[in-house]
């Protein structure tokens, strides 16, 4: 039998060509908030090469566009200095100068834009690969084992105004406040009533500033009943029942927010402020792990979409680990830390003699917990109703609630279509489940320079209630790298080596692509291809 002849290979593939990896570690921590600490230093006690790397403090630029919190505009001149607030963060966190003390390479003001280990399709790797950044440059580096520790990000509902400075999310208040001292404002309303609003506004007050009301749309608040009362001791109202309407403004932002009774919009009140605070709730940041191709569920329980996780952190990807809030809301961060850096040193061979880690596992008190994504999905509906279809729904892309309802294309290609006219989310799923990323490539949502912080789940929650079906069954969009905003020169800054950047002249070396397509399949290909045309 005649062996099939084989066409000779690609010159032009990446295949068997070196990727220029600038430093390599054992273990490679993304986020030194508790968890990411407790792990580096975990690993770097047991002698193993370690690397911490957080973004924070971000650049005044990345501020501005609400990554990666939902910093809403309220951060005074001090973000513009970034020397002030690298020692901000060093003195709000302690374990970073442990971790210093223990050898760990700790990185600040470092993005972790992209991360790959070898799965099919990338078999050629011979390590993990990360994708760091800084304001000037790019760079890989290799790595062992990785650990994610990136935390949590603020779930957003907008209303009337919200794109306005002043309205911002818990986590970039926080961060603003206590990380940064950076945060601008005086006179605070608070949006949600369970204990990540309750902390907030305790914070507030504990900081000098006024918090002159909760905002909560189910009829009690949803927090301990100690912290609220605490809070209307110290003279905080709790207005149940109602949602924001409209956060009135000038040129320096917001100055009232106007709230509408869940159950009768005509009904209004309007509260003087300068800072509307959304905390709803918070959202595991799992885009690294997605990239990655770990497996995730979706867990409402544990704040939604999260990894496939071991007790340990072990991700269905053998060189990950994940720890803290990113791999479930709830539970002690810094134990969590500690358990993923013990895991990871034991697939290295440098397992620590010391006593296993116990936790108490307290009940989960977040709203919405306990009920699936009903919290949510209470919320959605009710400022869906109050607000109306010409609420922003993406405020980077200009899309609106109707335009998500009606699936409109963007305004700026003016459509004049009335087969588009007729479709909906109804009529869409009619032809199948819907998805995010569909409906990302027919209206814009969530494509913006905040890449979907400030909106993707209102987007996925207005879907569900859009086309009649349960919140659960509508997938989450896909992440890419990269998965931090990043200038393209600052992407562009590498140096390959000759053999990868011998043969990119054409766009990623595919030959057919400047084939004509008639060519294809007959002698003319050949032809062109032994001659090496048309290069």
Same mark, same amino acid.
Request: proline share 5%; glycine share 12%.
């Given at each position: 039998m005649t062996e099939p002849t084989l066409p000779p290979p690609d010159r032009y593939s990446i295949a068997g060509k070196s990727i220029t990896i600038e430093e390599h570690v054992e273990i490679l921590v993304v986020g030194a908030g508790d968890a990411g600490c407790a792990a580096a230093i975990e690993a770097a006690k047991a002698g193993a090469s370690v690397m911490l790397v957080d973004e924070n403090p971000v650049s005044a630029g990345l501020v501005g566009m609400d990554?990666? #919190?939902? #910093?809403?505009?309220?951060a005074t001149n001090a973000v513009q200095t970034p020397e002030r607030l690298v020692e901000r963060v060093l003195e709000s966190n302690p374990a970073l100068a442990e971790a210093f003390e223990v050898g760990v390479d700790v990185r600040l003001s470092t993005s972790v834009w992209g991360a790959w280990v070898k799965v099919p399709g990338l078999n050629g790797l011979t390590c993990g690969i990360a994708g760091l950044a800084s304001e000037e440059k790019s760079w890989l580096v290799g790595f062992d084992r990785l650990v994610l520790a990136t935390g949590a990000r603020d779930l957003n509902f907008t209303f009337a105004g919200s794109d306005q400075p002043g309205v911002m999310g818990a986590q970039g208040f926080h961060t603003l406040l206590t990380r940064y001292d950076a945060f601008a404002g005086r006179r605070l309303v608070v949006v949600g009533s369970g204990e990540l609003a309750m =902390?907030?506004?305790?914070?507030?007050?504990?900081?000098?500033?006024?918090?002159?009301?909760?905002? +909560?749309?189910? =009829? =009690?608040?949803q927090g301990p009943a100690?912290?609220?009362?605490? @809070?209307?001791?110290? *003279?905080?109202?709790?207005?149940?029942?109602?949602?924001?309407?409209?956060? !009135? *403004?000038?040129?320096?932002?917001?100055?009232?927010? @106007?709230v509408a009774s869940r159950d009768d919009a005509g009904r209004q009140r309007e509260i003087a402020c300068d800072t509307v605070v959304m905390a709803v709730g918070t959202v595991p940041v799992i885009e690294l792990l997605d990239v990655l191709g770990g497996k995730r569920e979706l867990a409402p329980e544990r704040g939604g979409h999260v990894p496939v996780v071991? +007790?340990?952190?072990?991700?269905?990807?053998?060189?990950? #680990?994940?720890?803290?809030?990113?791999?479930?809301?709830g539970g002690d961060a810094a134990v969590s830390g500690m358990r993923a850096g013990?895991?990871? @040193?034991?697939?290295?061979? !440098?397992?620590?003699?010391v006593a296993e880690i116990s936790e108490d596992v307290a009940q989960d008190n977040r709203p919405g917990a306990q009920d699936g994504l009903g919290y949510q999905t209470d919320w959605a509906s009710a400022m869906l109703a109050t607000g109306g279809p010409d609420v922003l729904a993406c405020i980077c892309e200009d899309v609106t609630r109707g335009d998500l309802l009606g699936v409109k294309p963007p305004r700026y290609l003016d459509w004049r279509s009335n087969t588009i006219a007729r479709r909906d989310l109804?009529?869409?799923?009619?032809?199948?489940?819907v998805n995010q990323d569909q409906i990302k490539r027919l209206t814009r949502a969530c494509m913006g320079p905040c890449q979907a912080r400030r909106c993707r789940e209102q987007v996925a929650l207005i879907m569900a209630i859009g086309a009649g079906v349960s919140p659960e069954t509508v997938p989450l969009a896909g992440y890419r790298t990269p998965v931090r905003p990043l200038p393209l020169s600052v992407l562009a800054d590498w140096d390959e080596g000759a053999d990868m950047d011998a043969g990119w002249n054409v766009w990623f070396g595919i030959a057919t692509q400047w084939i004509g397509y008639d060519d294809i399949g007959t002698t003319r290909e050949a032809e062109q291809l032994r001659a090496g045309m048309p290069y």
């Open positions: 990554v990666p #919190f939902y #910093f809403g505009g309220r =902390d907030m506004a305790a914070l507030a007050l504990d900081r000098g500033l006024d918090v002159v009301a909760l905002v +909560e749309v189910r =009829d =009690d608040a100690e912290k609220v009362a605490v @809070l209307v001791e110290r *003279g905080v109202e709790i207005v149940t029942g109602h949602v924001p309407l409209r956060a !009135k *403004g000038n040129a320096e932002g917001v100055t009232g927010l @106007l071991s +007790e340990d952190g072990a991700t269905t990807l053998p060189r990950v #680990f994940v720890a803290g809030d990113c791999a479930g809301l013990r895991a990871a @040193l034991r697939t290295l061979g !440098k397992a620590p003699e109804t009529t869409l799923a009619e032809d199948g489940p």
